[in-house]
């Protein structure tokens, strides 16, 4: 099994730069819109918090209601509303077990006004995150939808994330 090692990814990281890596086990990225992990259960997310217990993970779960309209998103729940667009660069792809790309991002945010005041919205789904946060590294499984998060990460914890995740298939 291929391992992915801190010199592998470091040299396309910078420091306060936003960055997402999606892992995608059957198809392409660029050919399709359909990124899956199988499909994902509990036992994916006992797996990783199990492997990496010595960074003590935290787990989190978000439930939403996602609305978008053309590039503009809100996230909305009980508690909270987020109205945001995503920029996405392409950085790199990595071939392990899945194909994982790296990803850098920006996000801009909007007010409440700015989001479009229609009866419809292009797409609307209900969201399920379930989180694990070790420092400054998300793993976010939304979905069936398997990804990182992470803005100046340690980046050998952000490879021992990585290569737990890619080894899921193969226990």
Not at 82 to 102: C, D, G, T
Not at 123 to 139: G, P, V
Request: charged share 25%; hydrophobic share 35%; glycine share 0%.
């Amino acid at each position: 099994m291929n391992l992915l090692i801190s010199k592998d990814i470091k040299q396309y990281i910078n420091n306060n730069e936003s960055y997402l890596i999606t892992f995608v086990y059957n198809g392409n990225i660029f050919t399709n819109n359909i990124e899956h992990l199988h499909s994902v259960t509990d036992n994916i997310i006992n797996y990783i918090m199990n492997k990496l217990k010595h960074y003590e993970p935290k787990k989190e779960i978000n439930k939403f209601k996602r609305d978008i309209y053309f590039s503009q998103i809100r996230d909305k729940n009980n508690k909270t509303e987020k109205i945001y667009s995503n920029y996405y660069n392409f950085i790199m792809e990595f071939n392990l077990h899945y194909k994982i790309y790296l990803i850098q991002t920006d996000y801009k945010t909007y007010d409440k006004q700015s989001f479009p005041n229609l009866n419809k919205y292009h797409y609307t789904s209900e969201i399920e995150q379930k989180i694990i946060k070790i420092e400054n590294i998300e793993l976010i499984i939304e979905n069936n939808i398997v990804f990182i998060k992470f803005k100046n990460p340690n980046i050998d914890i952000l490879c021992d994330i990585i290569n737990v995740v890619d080894s899921y298939d193969t226990m």
